[in-house]
């Protein structure tokens, strides 16, 4: 795998920004997922959208994270921090998803743990912020097991797939 890990630890996994060169193992993975990510989202399967995805998720208002097996280099998932506010807020949102295969594992749990210690304590945020649809059970039952909190629902939240969709909106606060 390219790139540089940003946390190790005593995980199964690791994270670490993704390149240019992740290129064709993200559309691979992205590819083989599709009916996994459905209706929930749609990761880029081509290089041209890696390629966008890169450019639209640059910081200082994003970070992404590829989760990654330590032993082996396989690709997990993704987690993204994104809209990051400082300032008096602190805070930001979170997207992530699973690579076919490697969920109901743990694997995005100890990924999201690992994401999460990065953001409170290199970024510095407060709060994290994930929107999921209600019937997405399994995203709601990772962010659960993260320690995340309800904090309400708010309706036709997001256009995905040309509807409005209601969403759960959970958080985390470094505190």
């Excluded at 990761?43 to 208002?61: D, G, H, I, N, V």
Aim: with cysteine.
């Amino acid at each position: 795998m390219a790139g540089t890990t940003v946390r190790q630890g005593r995980t199964r996994v690791a994270i670490r920004p993704p390149v240019l060169a992740d290129a064709a193992d993200f559309v691979v993975a992205a590819r083989r997922s599709r009916s996994l990510h459905h209706p929930w989202v749609t990761a880029p399967a081509t290089p041209a959208a890696f390629s966008t995805y890169l450019a639209r998720m640059q910081p200082p208002s994003n970070r992404p994270f590829l989760v990654y097996h330590r032993e082996t280099g396989a690709l997990i998932g993704v987690i993204n921090i994104s809209n990051i506010v400082m300032g008096l807020f602190r805070s930001a949102y979170l997207g992530y998803y699973a690579f076919a295969g490697c969920e109901r594992h743990g694997f995005m749990r100890e990924g999201l743990h690992l994401v999460m210690r990065t953001a409170f304590r290199d970024l510095g945020l407060h709060r994290l912020e994930a929107n999921i649809q209600p019937g997405n059970v399994a995203s709601l039952a990772l962010v659960r097991a993260c320690g995340f909190s309800k904090e309400g629902v708010s309706p036709r939240y997001l256009k995905i797939k040309g509807r409005w969709r209601d969403h759960e909106r959970w958080a985390v606060r470094a505190d």
